[in-house]
């Protein structure tokens, strides 16, 4: 097995951040993420995300003012999870991200950061850009919170006319449940790696979905673990037929009907007033 894993040393973990650690979003908090990404290597970054078949670990990614303040926002958020199951895929809990973006603005608020995406550029070599503001999975929150709750072996398929990339961040994880992917499933000449990560506070995960098996494994009783996704594309663009199905699936699996075709805004996914 090979896979990048690097650390920079958080203090804190999920429940531990004391409390005058919350600093609203100013300049302090938006300095100390743009010194953490200065801190890294992106070419050495970039080599090791491209030997690993377009996936990359990244320990104690967030800072640790940053991941403190998204910890003290994650209360508001947690009354709002939907919940999902899917016999044989899936069962769990998500937040959309009009959602998210109300009551965990500081969570949307990296997501949107300018130089948080360069850095994501950086490492894929691509011209990535934030999902349309219509994909309620663009900035989400994860919930494992009930015993069972997992997903099945999936890729993260892009329904866009170009590659979708994920980023997951983990946020608290009180839990035995693990990441597992597959490396190389769709290169012929590489061997399959496979890999088993507890995905802990402030740890980055970076891969193109389109690329990527991957799975989580059930909570037990009395466990929780919340993890955020991001995802970043090349193109907005989908085809109307496309646009339906995606939204389907993110009904269904995610978010609920109201959710996906209305959100917080009132706007459905089309863009239009409810």
């Not at 937040?95 to 998210?100: S, Y």
């Not at 290169?187 to 399959?192: E, I, K």
């Not at 009783?221 to 085809?239: A, I, K």
Request: a neutral charge.
């Amino acid at each position: 097995m090979c896979f990048a894993q690097i650390g920079l040393g958080n203090k804190w973990r999920a429940g531990q951040a004391p409390s005058h650690f919350f600093i609203p979003m100013t300049t302090t908090v938006e300095s100390s993420i743009d010194q953490r990404l200065a801190q890294m290597d992106p070419e050495a970054l970039r080599r090791n995300y491209l030997e690993q078949g377009e996936f990359l670990v990244i320990e104690d990614f967030l800072p640790d003012d940053t991941l403190a303040q998204w910890q003290r926002e994650l209360p508001a958020v947690l009354p709002h999870i939907h919940r999902n199951f899917i016999p044989r895929h899936k069962k769990g809990g998500s937040v959309a991200c009009d959602t998210v973006d109300h009551f965990a603005p500081s969570i949307t608020g990296f997501y949107r950061r300018p130089e948080v995406i360069r850095f994501f550029q950086r490492l894929t070599g691509a011209e990535l850009k934030e999902c349309p503001a219509s994909d309620q999975h663009r900035c989400a929150l994860y919930a494992y919170t009930e015993a069972g709750d997992h997903i099945g072996w999936h890729y993260d398929t892009s329904y866009y006319k170009d590659q979708r990339w994920t980023m997951l961040v983990g946020l608290e994880d009180q839990s035995s449940s693990k990441l597992l992917c597959h490396l190389h499933t769709r290169t012929p000449a590489r061997a399959v790696e496979k890999l088993e990560l507890k995905v802990g506070p402030g740890m980055m995960v970076l891969f193109n979905g389109d690329k990527v098996l991957h799975s989580v494994t059930p909570t037990f009783p009395g466990e929780h673990r919340y993890v955020v996704s991001m995802q970043y594309v090349t193109s907005g663009e989908m085809n109307p037929f496309m646009r339906f199905v995606s939204n389907m699936k993110d009904a269904i699996a995610y978010f609920g009907f109201k959710g996906v075709f209305f959100g917080r805004s009132g706007k459905s996914a089309n863009g239009k007033s409810h």
